[in-house]
T-cell receptor, first 112, second 118 residues
Framework: QKEVEQNSGPLSVPEGAIASLNCTYS??????FFWYRQYSGKSPELIMF????GDKEDGRFTAQLNKASQYVSLLIRDSQPSDSATYLC????????????FGAGTILRVKS | GAVVSQHPSRVICKSGTSVKIECRSLDFQATTMFWYRQFPKKSLMLMATSNEGSKATYEQGVEKDKFLINHASLTLSTLTVTSAHPEDSSFYIC??????????????FGNGTRLTVT
């Protein structure tokens, strides 16, 4: 079982729709969860992070964490073509310590 | 926000030569920096954790004698790819955390270095 799993996609949504990106992780002791966006040929940029169960909203983005199910998601409202990128889920804490372990990423395509 | 500068952004070298990549935290002190490697359409793989003033901690399967890491100050870490071969061609990215508690501190990434070994 992979440590951090994401559906590779591509996930295609029309402009203005809600994009839902999902991530599961294997280490129940994981403490912090991050979503990064990566454009082709560029390094990842942080979108948001979440530590506690529940939802955390920041502008058009909402991260959702369910530790019991070992599941974290990212919702993007009013998706724009500029949101088209690879979204990386990352986890640290637990057996990972301060290392950040990444999922393989989900490709998102927003069609205008 | 926190800024991490990485240099060079792109380098082409001949097989057998060595290449040094610098990573600087510009507006904060980073006791720990991380070096990642990313192959095309793959995720980031942690290579090593760079600790200021001490030896780096390498991930399993990463050759420490080939990928030399130095973290001489709180704002600078370097990765040297020694005797580079075409299979070392990859995208190398450094990152740093400003927080004292890495669990609660997001990593900020440099812009990455595209290494091509011919």
């Amino acid at each position: 079982q992979k440590e951090v799993e994401q559906n590779s996609g591509p996930l295609s949504v029309p402009e203005g729709a809600i994009a839902s990106l999902n991530c599961t992780y294997s280490d129940r002791g994981s403490q912090s969860f991050f979503w990064y966006r990566q454009y082709s040929g560029k390094s990842p940029e942080l979108i948001m992070f979440i530590y506690s169960n529940g939802d955390k909203e920041d502008g058009r983005f909402t991260a959702q964490l369910n530790k019991a199910s070992q599941y974290v998601s990212l919702l993007i409202r009013d998706s724009q073509p500029s949101d088209s990128a690879t979204y990386l889920c990352a986890v640290n804490g637990g057996e990972y310590g301060n290392k950040l372990v990444f999922g393989a990423g989900t490709i998102l395509r927003v069609k205008s | 926000g926190a800024v991490v500068s990485q240099h060079p952004s792109r380098v082409i070298c001949k097989s057998g030569t060595s290449v040094k990549i610098e990573c600087r935290s510009l507006d904060f002190q980073a006791t720990t920096m991380f070096w990642y490697r990313q192959f095309p359409k793959k995720s980031l793989m942690l290579m090593a954790t760079s600790n200021e003033g001490s030896k780096a901690t390498y991930e399993q399967g990463v050759e420490k004698d080939k990928f030399l890491i130095n973290h001489a100050s709180l704002t600078l870490s370097t990765l040297t790819v020694t005797s580079a071969h075409p299979e070392d061609s990859s995208f190398y990215i450094c990152s740093a955390s400003r927080g004292r508690e890495p669990y609660n501190s997001p990593l900020h990434f440099g812009n990455g270095t595209r290494l091509t070994v011919t």
